[in-house]
């Protein structure tokens, strides 16, 4: 490991500690796993009492190494209003601690252990959505190929302005950060072709079958294009799919106009009436899928 990568490894981590969201409303639980380290998450139940919930498994953004579940709390519990679900807001391990891919396994094994709880939980496993945000949307998109390949397809993806494309990491990042994020993202040589990395690399099989995609995207930010290749791709093989542009929405708009994100460029009034215009999408995008699947 470079001195570079060490320095930089430190400095994530005492950022990360600062930015725990203190006594959040969501219900922290650890969700056991067979031989490995439980999954951190959040819980958040709607007020409204008919069962079973459709359920939302909230993954946060961050560059894959920065946040905290805990950041998403008050925008988890409006969305289990607004779409009338059960929320698991998974704080996952972050790159600086286990390479990938390590994150997307405990997301896949998340949702796994919830299905197989389902009736405890009052939840319908038949109404199962992964919903992520930047990082937080490439980790959605290559734990649903995981789940799929486990023979669970879950009844939604909502992908957030999404990185899916490790190949294009220089394209986006630039060609200084990219070398650095090379050693911290893969260190043990893995692929970064592997669909399970990059999910846009996923072939036609692996694809076909999925059931509904509800893209967000922005359109200053050049992930829309991943975006709209992946959407393409999905097309293609007759996945149903929803997408929306927000053209002056910024990066990161959903999840920073929330009272526990701190002061920043993108969190300002335009940008929060844009955040909440973009829940009320995804939450009226969910609710007819789910319907549809009752």
Known sequence: MSLKLTFIKYAVRRKRKKEVWKNPVGQRFVVPRDGKKGVDVLLYRPKQTEKPWPVIFNIHGGAWVGCDASQMDSYCQDMAEKCG???VNINYTKLDIRPFPYPQKEIRDTALW???HAEEYGID?????????SAGGHLAA???LMLKERG???????????????AEMGCIMGDDSSSIMEEFFFPDGVDKRDPHISPIMAAEEQLKGMKNVVFVTCKADPLHLQAERYRDKLLAVGVKVSYRMYDDALHGFLEVNHKEYPPQE??????ERLAKEAEDYIA????QIWGDER
Do not use: W
């Open 114 to 116: 919830f299905r197989d």
């Open 152 to 166: 669970f397809n879950v009844s939604a993806q909502v992908l957030c302005y999404p990185f899916l494309d490790f």
């Open 266 to 271: 993108g969190k300002n009034p335009v940008q």
């Open 284 to 287: 009226a995008e969910l609710k």
């Open 85 to 87: 679900a059960f929320i």
């Open 142 to 144: 290559a734990s649903a």
């Open 125 to 133: 496993p038949e109404r199962f959505a992964l919903m992520g945000y």
